[in-house]
């Protein structure tokens, strides 16, 4: 397999011009990393002329190399901008696809340069722009709208990497014995969280939870549809990383939403525009939802996938009781 490599410009010159994503008279000027990356090697590749973007999925997480993962990961991504690709509503919101490379796990795609991801939500200085979230709001009403199966079957199943995600979300976090001292976060964590980890009626209903994520439904989900995921450009805001994607239960993709818009502490009025903006609220079950919600706070405060959030220990412990409440209700 071709490895792609950001010291060897001149072997990954000739890998491109075979795969016809750089021209013949075209040269790599330079290959920089475009973001801090969990799962896939990135590169950005600038031709002097124009730049895009390579990505690989390997058998492990790139960010903790001794996490084991599926390698074809990336081609279910790929998949997926092939797939929203037909619906301008959806796509305007994307890069775009420019090849994918099923034998050495590789895609290509449009590079949404000057762009900024929506991590520094987690500062707590930044509140989220109404039509910022607006735009969120009429992404996800666009995917789960134009995308939806009337049989339910294996396309963009990506069961292997949902299970890895599954172990994540729903599982190690509420180990007693993890491996993983919270206290190397934040020095009180670890005997906040040890209550949670010991609640079994909480860890039922998160398990009932989990098995409904392991499900297949019929709305094509982002997956992962967090501030990380989200770019901030001249031309508005652009959504990245489909890689968890899946046909499944809307409400994943509005809980891990809603959760982070707890995790950042956005202003009230923000969660008001979530219901009024997403055009099938009403139908959805704000059990289940919420219920993602909660987990999904929890999981990032006492789970192994940390954000860089700038929050005490007496807000910690705040919000992993309502995250609680959410689950139970």
């Given at each position: 397999?071709?490895?792609?490599?950001?010291?060897?410009?001149?072997?990954?010159?000739?890998?491109?011009?075979?795969?016809?994503?750089?021209?013949?008279?075209?040269?790599?000027?330079?290959?920089?990393?475009?973001?801090?990356?969990?799962?896939?090697?990135?590169?950005?590749?600038?031709?002097?002329?124009?730049?895009?973007?390579?990505?690989?999925?390997?058998?492990?997480?790139?960010?903790?190399?001794?996490?084991?993962?599926?390698?074809?990961?990336?081609?279910?991504?790929?998949?997926?901008?092939?797939?929203?690709?037909?619906?301008?509503?959806?796509?305007?919101?994307?890069?775009?696809?420019?090849?994918?490379?099923?034998?050495?796990?590789?895609?290509?795609?449009?590079?949404?340069?000057?762009?900024?991801?929506?991590?520094?939500?987690?500062?707590?200085?930044?509140?989220?722009?109404?039509?910022?979230?607006?735009?969120?709001?009429?992404?996800?009403?666009?995917?789960?709208?134009?995308?939806?199966?009337?049989?339910i079957d294996n396309e963009l199943a990506n069961l292997e990497l949902r299970k890895l995600n599954h172990e994540h979300i729903?599982?190690?976090?509420?180990?007693?014995?993890?491996?993983?001292?919270?206290?190397?976060?934040?020095?009180?964590?670890?005997?906040?969280?040890?209550?949670?980890?010991?609640?079994?009626?909480?860890?039922?209903?998160?398990?009932?939870?989990?098995?409904?994520?392991?499900?297949?439904?019929?709305?094509?989900?982002?997956?992962?549809?967090?501030?990380?995921?989200?770019?901030?450009?001249?031309?508005?805001?652009?959504?990245?990383?489909?890689?968890?994607?899946?046909?499944?239960?809307?409400?994943?993709?509005?809980?891990?939403?809603?959760?982070?818009?707890?995790?950042?502490?956005?202003?009230?009025?923000?969660?008001?525009?979530?219901?009024?903006?997403?055009?099938?609220?009403?139908?959805?079950?704000?059990?289940?939802?919420?219920?993602?919600?909660?987990?999904?706070?929890?999981?990032?405060?006492?789970?192994?996938?940390?954000?860089?959030?700038?929050?005490?220990?007496?807000?910690?412990?705040?919000?992993?009781?309502?995250?609680?409440?959410?689950?139970?209700?």
């Amino acid at each position: 397999m071709f490895i792609l490599n950001a010291s060897e410009p001149k072997e990954l010159a000739t890998y491109l011009q075979k795969q016809q994503w750089l021209g013949a008279e075209e040269t790599i000027l330079s290959l920089t990393k475009p973001g801090e990356g969990n799962m896939n090697y990135v590169l950005r590749v600038d031709t002097g002329t124009r730049t895009f973007i390579l990505k690989q999925s390997r058998a492990y997480v790139e960010k903790y190399p001794q996490v084991a993962a599926p390698e074809k990961r990336v081609i279910t991504e790929g998949a997926f901008y092939e797939k929203i690709s037909s619906k301008k509503t959806v796509q305007h919101y994307m890069p775009n696809l420019i090849g994918i490379d099923v034998e050495n796990n590789v895609i290509a795609l449009e590079d949404l340069s000057k762009a900024n991801d929506f991590t520094v939500l987690y500062d707590l200085k930044y509140q989220l722009k109404p039509e910022e979230l607006i735009q969120l709001i009429a992404y996800l009403n666009g995917l789960h709208a134009s995308f939806q199966k009337i049989i339910i079957d294996n396309e963009l199943a990506n069961l292997e990497l949902r299970k890895l995600n599954h172990e994540h979300i729903f599982h190690y976090p509420f180990l007693g014995d993890n491996g993983f001292d919270l206290n190397t976060v934040q020095e009180g964590l670890q005997e906040l969280a040890l209550p949670y980890k010991k609640d079994v009626r909480l860890k039922q209903q998160i398990s009932v939870l989990g098995a409904l994520y392991l499900s297949r439904g019929k709305y094509l989900l982002h997956g992962d549809f967090y501030p990380g995921s989200w770019l901030k450009t001249a031309d508005g805001i652009k959504i990245i990383d489909p890689e968890f994607c899946y046909y499944g239960s809307r409400e994943f993709d509005l809980g891990i939403l809603t959760a982070h818009l707890y995790l950042t502490q956005q202003d009230a009025t923000l969660h008001s525009i979530v219901v009024t903006e997403y055009e099938d609220y009403p139908e959805l079950n704000l059990d289940i939802m919420d219920g993602f919600t909660g987990v999904e706070i929890m999981r990032r405060l006492i789970g192994l996938a940390q954000l860089p959030l700038k929050m005490d220990l007496k807000t910690k412990k705040q919000l992993l009781k309502f995250a609680r409440t959410l689950i139970l209700k």
